[in-house]
């Protein structure tokens, strides 16, 4: 049995309550996207403790929070957040593996950055998440917005999250069974804005859930999983379903991302962005036949909370199909670059990315968005969905 160990995650009560209350900037100086105003308190969480005790310690005063990790998914309004925000800053990577049953259990703070624990499993020889390579923000993230790219998805390798209920004030366990993932989904997100899964309110912008620790399980192999997306394929020179170094996988999604403007670089506008901004639309078979053209992308729909194996295919969904929200935007006539040269354009290297050229405003960013959802509803009849939270404002 081997264990690796970067800064270990503390462990609650290990350090006094109190986090550190920073210099209160504004949102733009906290986001990928840059843009956001004042906030009324910003709180530095240094531990679970901290973490926890600010969370509680804003909801019992009736006060607006917003817990921030990398701030790679958020469009926050001019305005700013009259309320607190906690940021978490704790680190660690704390992996054991066992050959005996040839497997690794990783357990990480939600603030760790996500792609350091990418480059870590690959270079442990831990299979599941080389294909997660590049994505911006914290580990946090990755089981709300069930985070997935080049054929993989996190589901395939959460095991468990760590949680504080504010509904319950008290921390649990979710195993991945009561998560509720689907496609950029899970309850945790949902909570935000649908009261059934926040037990009967709703709790944005930051959900009932702060995920306090996240957990995986990983297959020891120094080979990828089988490569699933035909592009990452392409670019490995291999077929569909082949297995290479992780590391190879690691190397060519970071190039794909790269040429795409999704791998952060302060000096590349098409990085200043949240991402993808809109997910790809999944619509019954029927819709599909109805309102899309017939050479539109039609992929089907797998469910990844059912893959039998870490690296095993996810079995497909019947009557569902997924179509290209990048190709339908593009068709509507919105090309790379549309909106220049105002200060909120799409990325010159991906039709999907809503960036900011330098002096985008939210609201600059927003009208943008409104501009390409209409588009492509009103050509195709899809209405696309914003991945990115939106802290108050609104499409």
Not at 167 to 181: D, K
Not at 206 to 221: D, H, K, N, P
Not at 244 to 257: Q, T
Not at 297 to 324: N, Y
Request: hydrophobic share 45%; net charge negative.
């Amino acid at each position: 049995m081997t264990q690796t160990s970067g800064h270990p995650a503390p462990t609650p009560g290990s350090a006094p309550a109190a986090a550190a209350v920073a210099a209160v900037p504004t949102l733009a100086a906290l986001t990928t996207l840059r843009v956001g105003g004042p906030v009324r308190e910003l709180v530095d969480a240094a531990t679970e403790t901290e973490l926890v005790e600010a969370v509680r310690t804003a909801d019992d005063d009736g006060t607006p929070v917003l817990v921030l990790g990398g701030g790679s998914n958020l469009l926050v309004s001019d305005d700013g957040f009259d309320g607190v925000v906690v940021r978490d800053t704790r680190r660690g990577i704390d992996g054991v593996a066992d050959s005996s049953c040839a497997g690794a259990n990783l357990v990480v703070p939600a603030g760790q950055p996500w792609d350091e624990v990418v480059a870590t499993a690959v270079a442990e020889g831990w299979m599941g998440v080389e294909a997660l390579s590049g994505i911006p923000g914290s580990t946090g993230a990755t089981p709300v917005q069930n985070v997935g790219a080049y054929g993989q998805e996190v589901a395939e390798t959460l095991s468990s999250v760590r949680v504080y209920d504010r509904l319950e004030r008290r921390t649990r366990m979710l195993a991945v069974g009561e998560l509720g993932l689907g496609y950029r989904t899970s309850i945790l997100k949902r909570s935000l804005s649908d009261a059934g899964a926040g037990g009967g309110r709703t709790w944005g912008p930051t959900g009932r859930y702060v995920v306090l620790e996240v957990s995986f399980q990983l297959r020891l192999a120094t080979l990828s999983a089988p490569v699933r997306y035909a592009e990452l394929a392409r670019r490995l020179d291999v077929a569909v379903g082949s297995r290479v170094p992780a590391a190879e996988v690691r190397d060519a999604v970071l190039e794909l991302r790269r040429g795409k403007g999704m791998v952060l670089d302060d000096a590349d506008h098409d990085t200043w962005s949240a991402g993808s901004f809109f997910t790809n639309p999944v619509l019954t078979t029927a819709e599909a036949d109805a309102r899309l053209p017939e050479d539109a992308p039609r992929f089907p729909v797998t469910d990844h909370t059912r893959v039998a194996q870490i690296g095993a295919a996810a079995p497909v969904v019947e009557g569902l199909v997924k179509s290209s929200a990048a190709w339908l935007i593009s068709r509507a006539g919105f090309d790379k670059g549309f909106g220049a040269p105002g200060p909120a354009t799409l990325s010159t290297k991906h039709s999907l990315a809503l960036t900011n050229r330098g002096s985008a405003t939210a609201a600059d960013l927003l009208a943008l968005a409104r501009t390409v959802r209409d588009g492509v509803r009103d050509s195709f009849g899809v209405t696309l969905v914003p991945e990115p939270v939106l802290v108050g404002v609104s499409l």
